[in-house]
T-cell receptor, first 115, second 115 residues
């Protein structure tokens, strides 16, 4: 069964460093998403991406974040200058683009720790 | 604005007992509703979803949920709990009703199952 994959599974970085989180969405899906889950808190939407541009973003997704589809398979989230509060589990998801209510399929997540 | 409230951050049941996890939503548009399950150190897996067809939705692993518009609820049930059901459960509503819209999650309910 097709699945969303994410690398790395864990990343530790120093405050102020740039990090890139990578995702490979399901191959025939056209919508891609990033969510995050700070330890002990709810899963929060960051951004959705369709047709090589941002479709929707939350207030969390400020100028320090960016997303890119650098090739035909990868989808990345870049955090330019990490802060302590960026420590969280980051989930990538993808869905088909048929209509509202499609299932979003989630990857296993990347746990980011900012020291 | 769309929101989800999950009553009870922790629910404990005995093996074989009824499972009831509560979810109430607020939505300014006809909602699409989802239940996801998260096992330790794994991503989010779809249990079931409501997309305006039948109000009683059946999902995987014997779970079902009933959409009640008058009560703005989408509670998750399972007649007989199994040890393998121990996990965290998230209810979610779509922010809009177009393709690719964000999921707004509740805080989650941890289900414990004792023998």
């Amino acid at each position: 069964e097709p699945e969303v994959t994410q690398t790395p599974s864990h990343q530790v970085t120093q405050m102020g460093q740039e990090v890139i989180l990578r995702c490979v969405p399901i191959s025939n899906h056209l919508y891609f998403y990033w969510y995050r889950q700070i330890l002990g808190q709810k899963v929060e939407f960051l951004v959705s991406f369709y047709n090589n541009e941002i479709s929707e973003k939350s207030e969390i997704f400020d100028d320090q974040f960016s997303v890119e589809r650098p090739d035909g398979s990868n989808f990345t989230l870049k955090i330019r200058s990490t802060k302590l509060e960026d420590s969280a589990m980051y989930f990538c998801a993808s869905s088909e683009a048929l209509a509202g209510g499609e299932t979003q399929y989630f990857g296993p997540g990347t746990r980011l720790l900012v020291l | 604005a769309q929101s989800v409230t999950q009553l009870g951050s922790h629910v404990s049941v005995s093996e074989g007992a009824l499972v009831l996890l509560r979810c109430n939503y607020s939505s300014s548009v006809p909602p699409y509703l989802f239940w996801y399950v998260q096992y330790p150190n794994q991503g989010l897996q779809l249990l079931l979803k409501y997309t305006s067809a039948a109000t009683l939705v059946k999902g995987i692993n014997g779970f079902e949920a009933e959409f009640k518009k008058s009560e703005t609820s989408f509670h998750l049930t399972k007649p007989s709990a199994h040890m393998s059901d121990a996990a965290e459960y998230f209810c979610a509503v779509t922010r809009g009703n177009q393709a690719g819209t964000a999921l707004i999650f509740g805080k989650g309910t941890t289900l414990s199952v004792s023998s």
